[in-house]
């Protein structure tokens, strides 16, 4: 089965809108989605990307706003922006422990829906509680995973691989030795796919 390296970092609404198209694709070539959560801040200014953030320019954050939700339209997605950073490094740490229980789906569905599809808080304790229990997941486990040095290990590991990959920021796509940025680039992963099956 092919692969399609997926780079994503909870922080960026891009990254939750094409994952539903990333599934999409991913079916009609029978490709899996090989997950990659990686720190979207060091990845920018690791790659000398280091621009200020969208948050901080008040006419693309406008407009960033209405595109997340033309996106969102085009895909049939709910979206909710709360107008602000969510995700960090324990979300995108937590989507290791559920790679590692082969649970990934669910734990980005759940996630993402959350902090996207709602607007809801990253850091909020109950939703962290509620998603232990729904995922049917010892919550002292998930933690202890979060805080350990394997955990830090691996997010380095998948780092590293981002930075062989030239992954400059989120979302990122890998097919083969192919690299594409961003959410609008998706027909194109689509089309490589199909001239090279």
């Not at 922080?11 to 959560?37: D, G, T």
């Not at 979206?79 to 995108?92: A, H, Q």
């Not at 590692?100 to 909020?124: F, I, P, T």
């Amino acid at each position: 089965m092919r692969k399609i390296t997926f780079y994503f970092d909870f922080l960026s609404p891009y990254a939750y809108l094409a994952r539903y198209k990333l599934m999409e694709i991913a079916a009609k070539h029978n490709c899996e989605i090989v997950y990659r959560p990686i720190d979207l801040k060091r990845a920018k200014v690791e790659s000398g990307n280091d621009g200020p953030s969208t948050l901080m320019i008040a006419n693309k954050l406008a407009f960033a706003n209405k595109d997340f939700e033309r996106w969102a339209k085009i895909y049939g997605v709910p979206f909710r922006s709360i107008g602000g950073p969510v995700g960090g490094r324990d979300l995108n740490v937590g989507a290791l422990y559920a790679i590692k229980k082969n649970c990934a789906e669910e734990y980005l569905d759940r996630v993402y829906l959350h902090c996207w599809g709602m607007g809801g808080k990253a850091d909020d304790a109950e939703f962290l509680s509620g998603l232990m229990s729904k995922m049917g997941w010892d919550e002292a486990d998930f933690n202890a995973f979060v805080a350990s040095d394997e955990a830090e290990a691996e997010y380095e590991r998948t780092f590293q691989l981002a930075a062989a990959d030239h992954v400059f920021g989120v979302p990122a796509f890998v097919v083969d030795d192919e690299l594409w940025w961003g959410n609008d680039r998706l027909f194109m992963v689509d089309e490589y796919l199909s001239a090279h099956h």
